[in-house]
T-cell receptor, first 110, second 112 residues
């Protein structure tokens, strides 16, 4: 089955800096890669996703890149703000199920 | 419109008790997923329904876990003879197609 690994597990940046979170997956059949943001005690919220037919997608300060050959994808947050502080999860789906990474706790220091 | 709802939000059970957790998906969403999230971990896949059909239950940790969605809308996750290691947040998610999943608020289960 699919195995998703996520790094780093914790990330601390200064406000205004960029943050990068990386994930790798094992199933070459995976074709959909969402990223979720989860604040303490709340439900995961989809922030951006990418499908296997594109290499990059951007939405304001958030971008995701996908390298299918290497089976890895990354989340990039620019101009970080304190409200970006949360746990971020990557996931990979092959249309049969979805597997999540273990999460990255991002702290943005003002 | 209304999002995914789950009930109860919190459940405390004594070890050995049975519990039932309910998920109301977004209306019209054919796919429904259950996940278990331990503290500080990512959601772990439990099972997946397409309408009333349970297409994948490979993530259910033991035969004490059972899920159903008899009419293709509301789903119930049942845990029999609860054990302390069952303590976690149980998340339900639904999607119109398989891709974008929308999560409910979760049920926090504590087994004492």
């Amino acid at each position: 089955g699919e195995n998703v690994e996520q790094h780093p597990s914790t990330l601390s940046v200064q406000e205004g800096d960029s943050a990068v979170i990386k994930c790798t997956y094992s199933d070459s059949a995976s074709n959909y890669f969402p990223w979720y943001k989860q604040e303490l005690g709340k439900r995961p919220q989809l922030i951006i996703d990418i499908r296997s037919n594109v290499g990059e997608k951007k939405d304001q300060r958030i971008a995701v890149t996908l390298n299918k050959t290497a089976k890895h994808f990354s989340l990039h947050i620019t101009e970080t703000q304190p409200e970006d502080s949360a746990v971020y999860f990557c996931a990979a789906s092959n249309n049969n199920d979805m597997r999540f990474g273990a999460g990255t706790r991002l702290t943005v220091k003002p | 419109g209304a999002g995914v709802s789950q009930s109860p939000r919190y459940k405390v059970a004594k070890r050995g008790q049975d519990v039932a957790l309910r998920c109301d998906p977004i209306s019209g969403h054919v796919s429904l997923f259950w996940y278990q999230q331990a503290l500080g971990q990512g959601p772990e896949f439990l099972t997946y329904f397409q309408n009333e059909a349970q297409l994948d239950k490979s993530g259910l940790p033991s035969d004490r876990f059972f899920a159903e969605r008899p009419e293709g809308s509301v789903s119930t996750l049942k845990i029999q003879r609860t054990q302390q290691e069952d303590s976690a947040v149980y998340l339900c998610a639904s999607s119109l197609r398989f891709t974008e999943q929308y999560f409910g608020p979760g049920t926090r289960l504590t087994v004492t």
